[in-house]
């Protein structure tokens, strides 16, 4: 390979991963192909997350860490040229929207190995192919997926860094996009494309031989095989239609018309204004996930802009295509105006709220704050009634309480997540203020602390919950904004009949513009004593690690059974400080709640301790981010349950 040595710190040998997947066991296979499986297991590699630098220093001293991969075995002797194109593209890329290579194996044609990171979701081509499955994904996710993909492409078409070169994908299409945890798109396989070097002049390169997927496949390219930025233009554009209609480019419905799939379908009913007939019905129903809309179906604007788009992506002739900037900038305006409808979408008459409410009956107060109270409800509507729980602005508070009703409406309204609050709607009016929520059944983490009902693996599991709730907030994908909650604590932890957790409370939240630092610095800080970052509290500095040690001190509300604040020898003290101190002393276990101390298995104790101890690191940079949280998390419950 042109990269030798440079390339060592991702070398990983057979014999490591054959004991990972028990010499390619069936079992751990997730998926095949022409070109041979992939496998998913757990594995050593190289962990960038900790180095800025590779050179002339011995492999074995290199940073590593365990985590499950996935693992693509190379049958096809064929893939040889592919299988070097991927390592010495991707070993150069680092980004959100581009999957991450960890490392490989070549120890001869029966042993060519790439191992990923895992996405976790599979393939978007999947959600295409299963009516069931593509119900989950919503007009928004739709297009944060595409806007997601897009800056894959603005990366390894424009790089900013004038020394690495630039990349021509020449492949990409619905089964290489892949999706994580939190539905975003990574784009994979770069086994087909072109380096084009960042030193020469001319923009498109001439190749004899033609290379893709038909369907996809710039026409220009495969007529001429002139290649440049604007093939992997076209080749979005079939992905943009195919996620507005729901099919796969080549699927039937189709190519019975015409062998070239949905592009001259797609062009054909946009310029005629019969796109409606073709946009999959499921966008056409949806709802705005919850059961008091008023209207189904996309926003207008939103359809158009991104439909637009789309089409000029199909444009056959190259230079008439669309930058990368212009789809970024369009999907941009589609995604705003989807989300400006949806808030209207989302108003609720006040008569309709005071009948649920029973008129804000004293009967009906479930919790009660200094925003105000809150309200049990039943509210009906189309298909039924559902519980709700009514957050109602205290009226004293007009005037100066607003900032925090707003937040309160505007992040579970935008942030949709299955670990974050679920906005049902709301009232804004000059009377009243009022939002209503999804009723937890089983009210706030607080109350159950102390229960030893609430076993050790129940307790992992909403942990698990809540860091995976505040990843998302934290947002790895980097075109998201940032939400930085402020107030994370135990009382701001909801729990639903199946005990899964929720974070809400986002009075005190702020969102982070995109693609700026995320350190921001604060007036006033905010939070509440015992969970707050102290060193946010001493220099009114913000960060997303202030939030992790908040996490931290609920790890250890949970572990210890109590909340942050205690008495201990007639002293107030606060839990983090002394679980922290305790640790260091190798005598945490001596805090572990009663209740569950003999469930505690050790390895998941050392884990959990371990992790929970780093989130309240005095120094900002040595915090875990939220997702490492998750990853260690797990393994303490797989530990337990083993």
């Known amino acids: 390979m042109s990269q030798g040595k440079s390339l060592e710190h991702l070398k990983i040998v057979l014999t490591d991963i054959e004991l990972a997947t028990e010499n390619f066991a069936e079992k751990y296979c997730i ?4 070109y041979g499986k992939v496998y998913k297991a757990q594995l050593e590699h190289f962990d960038s997350s900790n180095w800025s630098s590779k050179e002339g220093v011995n492999k074995y001293d290199l940073p590593k860490r365990r985590s499950t991969v996935a693992i693509k075995h190379i049958f096809n002797p064929e893939g040889k040229e592919g299988f070097i194109t991927e390592i010495e593209t991707l070993s150069s890329c680092k980004h959100d929207n581009i999957i991450s290579l960890l490392g490989f194996c070549d120890e001869g044609p029966d042993h060519m190995i790439l191992i990923y990171e895992l996405a976790s979701r599979g393939s978007l081509e999947n959600y295409f192919e299963s009516d069931d499955k593509m119900t989950y994904l919503t007009w928004v996710q739709r297009i944060k997926i595409c806007l997601d993909i897009a800056h894959g492409l603005k990366y390894i078409h424009t790089n900013t860094d004038q020394d690495k070169q630039k990349i021509i994908h020449r492949d990409i299409k619905s089964a290489n996009i892949l999706l994580g945890d939190n539905w975003e798109a990574k784009i994979a396989d770069f086994g087909l494309s072109k380096i084009h070097p960042a030193d020469q002049e001319a923009s498109t390169l001439n190749t004899h031989t033609i290379a893709g997927t038909n369907v996809y496949l710039d026409p220009e390219y495969k007529k001429y095989g002139r290649l440049n930025k604007k093939s992997d233009i076209y080749s979005f554009g079939v992905v943009l239609f195919e996620i507005l209609t729901g099919r796969l480019a080549y699927d039937r419905i189709y190519t019975k018309v015409n062998k070239k799939g949905i592009a001259p379908i797609a062009r054909h009913h946009f310029e005629n204004g019969t796109l409606i007939e073709i946009i999959d019905h499921k966008i056409k129903e949806e709802a705005y996930g919850h059961v008091f809309a008023l209207s189904k179906g996309p926003n207008k604007d939103s359809l158009d802009i991104f439909s637009e788009i789309a089409y000029r992506c199909l444009v056959e002739t190259q230079a008439q295509r669309p930058t990368i900037d212009d789809v970024i900038h369009k999907l941009k305006k589609a995604l705003q105006a989807q989300e400006k409808s949806q808030k209207e979408n989302f108003k609720m008459s006040l008569e309709d709220i005071k009948s649920a409410t029973q008129n804000f009956s004293d009967d009906n107060i479930v919790g009660r704050g200094s925003f105000g109270n809150v ?13 709700i729980a009514a957050k109602r602005l205290d009226r004293r508070l007009f005037g100066h309480g607003e900032t925090e009703y707003f937040r ?18 709301y009232c804004d009016d000059e009377i009243e203020k009022i939002i209503l929520h999804e009723f937890a059944s089983r009210g706030r983490l607080d109350g ?26 934290h947002a790895t994908d980097v075109n998201q904004e940032v939400v930085i909650h402020r107030d994370i604590k135990s009382s701001n932890i909801l729990l639903f009949d199946d005990w899964k957790a929720k974070i809400a409370g986002f009075g005190l939240s702020l969102v982070c513009p995109v693609n700026k630092d995320i350190d921001y610095v604060i007036d006033d800080a905010a939070g509440t004593i015992g969970y707050s970052d102290p060193l946010y509290s001493k220099t009114h ?22 909340q942050s604040s205690i008495k201990l020898d007639d002293e107030h003290v606060f839990l983090p400080f002394l679980a922290k101190n305790r640790y260091q002393v190798g005598k945490l276990d001596e805090l572990v709640f009663e209740g569950i101390k003999e469930q505690v298995d050790l390895q998941s104790f050392v884990t959990y301790a371990r992790i929970a101890y780093q989130c309240l690191h005095h120094k900002r940079e040595r915090r875990p981010k939220a997702g490492e949280v998750v990853i260690q998390l797990k393994r303490a419950l797989e530990f337990k349950v083993s």
């Open 541 to 562: 500095f913000l960060t997303k690690e202030s939030d992790i040690f908040s996490l931290g001190a609920v790890l250890f509300d949970i572990l210890c059974g109590k």
């Open 448 to 473: 159950y602390l102390s229960d030893a009902s609430l076993t050790w693996v129940m307790r992992l599991k909403i942990c698990i919950d809540i860091a995976s709730g505040l990843n998302f907030l």
């Open 408 to 425: 309160e409406l505007d992040i579970p309204l935008k942030y949709k997540h299955e670990n974050v609050i679920r906005l049902v709607g």
């Open 31 to 34: 998926g095949s192909g022409g």
């Open 375 to 387: 309200y049990k409800g039943v509210a009906s509507h189309a298909n039924g009634h559902t519980i």
